[in-house]
């Protein structure tokens, strides 16, 4: 039997147990259930990130006789494709103009054997340049350094691709309330870099005991089983 945990799973615990952004014990274990359901804020953020990776994402640019020039992408979540104008994309056009030489969504997969058992460790780095990483994230918050350092998310893929340094790409997004849900009305850009360091794959190691921990604890583990093809 083998486990398969992603980076994602083991972060949530991590900004649980750092009691960050307001992240219950609840929201862990529906997590690593796979049953966290998505807000429209959140897929507003989800379609923002594609545009924002717009040298990788299907994104059709498109001219509109009343806003002229506008993106639509197209979400998972939705039956329909989520539209932005020129203005709202365009932080999100500067920057993937500026990261044209990127490998976008690059798999990361790492076995080890721990806490008696064996796992399959995964995740998904937005984007790879020479031998930096790259996160883009969507919300409504500003960048956050030291919640952004205490993350295990770069930690583990710097350790597992033998990365120099990791980035996270901040889009805040500025959000309307209207009938229709959230509109995005703007959005600002930061962007912080943390080094990779000695230790650093322990500490992963540490994380990802610690999840395992949780899931025993809370009887979780069938859920994070690795599936057979």
Known sequence: MRYRISVSKIDQLRSYMDEEYNTTQQDVIDYLKGTKAFTPAMTLGTAFHSLVEMNHRDVEICEDPKHGTIFK??????????TFTAGQAKPAVEFAAAHRGAIYETPVEKEVHISGVDVLITGRVDMIEGRSGRDIKTGKYNLDVDQRYRSSQWRFYTWILGLKDFHYDNFRLLLADSNAG????????ESVSFDTYDGIEADCLRYLASLIDFARMHDLMSYLEEKKK
Request: glycine content about 6%; cysteine-free.
């Open 73 to 82: 992408v197209k979400v998972p979540e939705l039956q329909y494709p989520m």
């Open 182 to 189: 959230p509109i995005m009305i703007g959005s600002e850009y």
